[in-house]
């Protein structure tokens, strides 16, 4: 069974940074793309930025120039870096991995942005 914990969140002000992580209980080399998503009420889960096995990451068009995704492959863990912060921004973040036709979620992490 496939863990993902999510940690990192919190509330900040507008212009602020937030750097959440997401650690795996499986090596992340193991999945075929990992990345984080975002929640509101009402809305849909939207991409936020993934990241592939060989590397090449893509982001939400919101989000980009803003957030980046890393990832450590020793300590099996996948970093977004949330930087210039925005009100909209507000949301559940949630840790992604897919492998093959499988998906695993994680619990999600709130991230508040409130001056």
């Known amino acids: 069974q496939v863990q993902l914990m999510e940690s990192g969140g919190g509330s900040v002000q507008p212009g602020g940074s937030l750097k959440l992580s997401c650690a795996s209980s499986?090596?992340?080399?193991?999945?075929?793309?990992m990345g984080w998503y975002r929640q509101t009420p009402g809305k849909e889960r939207e991409l936020v930025a993934s990241?592939?096995?060989?590397?090449?990451?893509n982001y939400g068009d919101s989000v980009k120039g803003r957030f980046t995704i890393s990832r450590d492959g020793a300590k099996k863990t996948v970093y977004l870096r949330m930087n210039m912060l925005k009100p909209e921004d507000t949301a559940v973040y949630y840790c992604?991995?897919?492998?093959?036709?499988?998906?695993?979620w994680g619990q999600g992490t709130l991230v508040t942005v409130s001056s």
């Open positions: 990241i592939n096995v060989g590397g090449v990451t």
């Open positions: 992604h991995a897919g492998v093959a036709s499988r998906t695993h």
């Open positions: 499986e090596n992340i080399f193991f999945f075929n793309v």
